[in-house]
Nanobody, 124 residues
């Protein structure tokens, strides 16, 4: 069973940083693509960043380019989202997803793995 557990969320002030973690279990993590998605109150789910499996190519939403960095440590079965220069508009529940293919443009892709989410709140 594919399981993903996010951690690292919290309440920060604008301009501060957070690092989210996504711990994976129950599948061969190194062969799966991983993505981070977020949903703000009363807004649709949106893609934030994705990373491929072996070559670790990354892709970002325009709104987070230059501020967020997605990475993975296959030896630890964990993916990360480093978030710098956080803004109030980054406030959302952040989910990680894993599957053979994870697409930034398809946030509701019913991916094989989907975490329960971690809350990130940025105050101004």
């Amino acid at each position: 069973e594919v399981q993903l557990v996010e951690s690292g969320g919290g309440l920060v002030q604008a301009g501060e940083s957070l690092r989210l973690s996504c711990a994976a279990s129950g599948f061969d993590f190194e062969y799966y693509e991983v993505g981070w998605f977020r949903q703000a109150p009363e807004k649709e789910l949106e893609g934030v960043a994705t990373i491929t499996d072996t070559d670790q190519k990354t892709k970002y939403a325009d709104s987070v380019k230059g501020r967020f960095t997605i990475s993975r440590d296959n030896a630890k079965n964990t993916a990360y989202l480093q978030m710098n220069d956080l803004r109030p508009e980054d406030t959302a529940v952040y989910h990680c997803a894993a599957d053979g293919v994870v697409m930034l443009e398809v946030p509701d892709g019913q991916y094989e793995g989907w975490g329960q989410g971690t809350q990130v709140t940025v105050s101004s």
